[in-house]
């Protein structure tokens, strides 16, 4: 399974989920020595120095409807600036 995350400056890390469930996300990102853990606060998932991420993509090769019945896609706009 592959998770796609997106930090709220912009910057996008995919890495391969190890570990799921409710509540964590345990990933292995490329170029890092140690695996990285996700946790959701409030319906916001943080990192391990509780900086707020957006999961982005989760592509998954079974069905985890059930453990993620509350994920809802995100929908990006652009709105002008006038």
């Known amino acids: 399974m592959h998770l796609t995350m997106t930090y709220f400056d ?3 890390v995919e890495g391969v989920v ?6 964590r996300i345990r990933i292995s990102i490329p170029g890092q020595e140690d695996a990285m853990e ?7 998932w943080v990192t391990e120095d509780q900086e707020p991420v ?3 993509a989760l592509v998954v090769e079974s069905d985890l409807s ?8 995100g ?6 600036v006038s």
């Not at 929908?75 to 002008?80: D, G, H, L, N, Y």
């Open 75 to 80: 929908v990006r706009t652009a709105r002008a």
């Open 66 to 73: 059930l453990l993620f019945a509350d994920m809802q896609p």
């Open 54 to 56: 957006e999961i982005e």
């Open 18 to 23: 190890l570990a799921v469930s409710a509540e």
């Open 38 to 44: 996700l946790t959701l606060r409030q319906s916001v």
């Open 10 to 12: 912009g910057r996008r």
